[in-house]
């Protein structure tokens, strides 16, 4: 192999190992600091998406909180109205207007009148004697008007004791307080299902009487719900528009595995999602993995963008968070596809780049080999020529190179040869 050949196969040989080298490392790199910054991305993204969700929840908590408060407030400020009209039919007894019974009876009739909250609000009386506390007016249930409290309507508290026996031991102990119980709400009378119920009792002392009124925590319940479906639904529709890169995305599910917000799949419990590394349902794993330190979780799953559906083909991660209080995973997903992309596409400009190079490079190399070999060339075909015929050769015919380093070698050859022919012409003349 000749001295130009021997350059390029070098020359191509260094170029094309630095250039795979280069390619490998960037492509390694790349991926994963793309990887890294994806992750991080996704995690302070899905971190403030549950952020989000807490700070509504929060809020409803505290909704909740401030309506059961202040509809405790108004049943004690309806408690005391009641008893200042007690008050007054009481001065009228003392004042001699009345009888302690007609007086008592004017402000039952008065006290039934209380009603609230669609009907469902009102207070009821008992005494205070023990151990069997009797009923004096209840206008839901007259029935029990001037009876015991022993039916088992009365037994629906939380230790199953007596409601009425509770009230009259709240009072003695602090004069007033709350009872907690289940109760047959009035507008729900035909379907006799107790609710729970908080009752506000207050002892009036002249008569030993003690007045209730209550919530139903359904209400406030209710309400309670109607304000978590409003962010429920907000927040399906804020993470539902979130969208991580071309394919990845934000998707909730439950303890139940049934789905509660994904971008394509229907919410319940579909049978589609399936790992396809596993052939399991990856919520259980999910589950597991929201309770590790990385709180993450690779399986197959087929990718939005592919209309084939091929489940096996893409690799995907997850990051997840559970928000208890809902009963929520809270997870954010992105497929390796689309991380491997970026470092494939810098992969390809390098390859492009290189090749580039390396023509430009062969192509300098190859006019940088010539302006050597070439010269070179012409000293050896010149120098043959001496071989072939040295006592005729001209000296002075010796070829000229643009090559400085050729005709510095070619200098020498020329006094070389000088030198042997004066030894020559030397040793002929003493002969």
Not at 351 to 361: D, N, Q
Not at 368 to 374: D, E, G, Q, Y
Request: glycine letters at 4%; aromatic letters at 12%.
């Amino acid at each position: 192999m000749n001295l130009r050949n021997r350059i390029l196969l070098i020359t191509i040989t260094i170029n094309l190992i630095a250039i795979i080298s280069i390619y490998l490392i960037v492509e390694i790199n790349a991926y994963k600091t793309i990887e890294s910054l994806t992750d991080d991305y996704n995690t302070k993204l899905l971190s403030s998406s549950t952020l989000s969700i807490k700070n509504q929840y929060a809020s409803l908590e505290y909704h909740k909180k401030h309506a059961t408060d202040l509809r405790i407030k108004e049943r004690k400020q309806i408690i005391s109205i009641a008893k200042s009209i007690l008050d007054l039919y009481n001065q009228d007894y003392i004042n001699g207007k009345f009888t302690k019974s007609e007086a008592q009876k004017r402000a039952i009739k008065e006290i039934k009148k209380f009603r609230f909250d669609d009907g469902n609000g009102y207070i009821w009386i008992n005494d205070t004697t023990k151990p069997i506390t009797y009923i004096i007016d209840h206008p839901i249930f007259p029935e029990f008007n001037g009876k015991p409290s022993d039916h088992p309507t009365w037994y629906t508290s939380k230790d199953s004791n007596n409601i009425a026996l509770l009230a009259v031991e709240m009072c003695e102990r602090n004069g007033s307080g709350f009872i907690d119980y289940r109760w047959q709400k009035p507008s729900k009378l035909d379907k006799d299902q107790p609710i729970n119920k908080t009752s506000y009792v207050e002892l009036y002392e002249p008569w030993q009487w003690i007045l209730g009124t209550g919530i139903y925590l359904e209400d406030i319940e209710q309400d309670a719900q109607n304000r978590l479906n409003a962010i429920k639904t907000e927040l399906k529709r804020t993470l539902g528009e979130m969208k991580l890169g071309k394919t990845g995305y934000f998707y909730i599910f439950n303890s139940k595995k049934e789905l509660i917000l994904h971008p394509f799949l229907k919410a319940g419990m579909p049978d589609s999602v399936i790992n396809y590394m596993t052939r399991n349902v990856p919520f259980d794993e999910i589950m597991a993995a929201s309770k590790t330190d990385t709180r993450s979780y690779s399986y197959k799953w087929y990718s939005p963008l592919d209309s084939a559906k091929q489940h096996d083909k893409y690799l995907k991660k997850v990051l997840v968070e559970y928000f208890e209080p809902l009963d929520w995973y809270v997870c954010s997903s992105f497929y390796f596809s689309e991380l491997e992309s970026p470092g494939k596409l810098l992969g390809r400009k390098i390859l492009f780049i290189s090749a580039l190079f390396i023509l430009l490079s062969l192509i300098a190399i190859f006019y940088l080999s010539n302006t050597i070999t070439k010269p070179l060339n012409g000293l050896m075909k010149y120098v043959s020529q001496i071989s072939k015929n040295f006592q005729e050769v001209d000296l002075s015919q010796m070829p000229h190179f643009k090559s400085y380093e050729a005709n510095k070698l070619g200098k020498v050859i020329k006094e070389m040869l000088r030198s042997i022919k004066r030894q020559q012409n030397s040793l002929l003349e003493e002969k």
